[in-house]
């Protein structure tokens, strides 16, 4: 398993039903063997976002050219 706990990964899939997109950040607040992960989401308030437990396909690490940005919330029932 390449993820750790606390480890800050990207999402590599949209999430519409959490309102979560491809790039958003989020932290491993858990690992299961052999490869789920999972994963809190949180907002720039602080507020939780999502939990989700995702497998690894689902994330990437941070990459060195990376660039962090903010968007606006936009769940769709």
């Known amino acids: 398993m390449k993820h750790k706990l606390l480890d800050c990964v990207v999402l590599a899939k949209d999430l519409?039903?959490?309102?979560?997109r491809v790039g958003d950040l989020g932290?491993?607040?858990?690992?299961?063997?052999p490869a789920g992960l999972e994963i809190e989401f949180i907002k720039a308030s602080g507020e939780t976002q999502a939990v989700l437990t995702l497998t690894e396909a689902d994330v990437r690490p941070i990459k060195a050219d990376?660039?962090?940005?903010?968007?606006?919330?936009?769940?769709?029932?």
């Open 16 to 20: 519409p039903e959490f309102g979560l």
């Open 66 to 77: 990376d660039i962090m940005s903010v968007r606006p919330l936009s769940l769709r029932a």
């Open 27 to 33: 932290t491993i607040v858990a690992v299961y063997e």
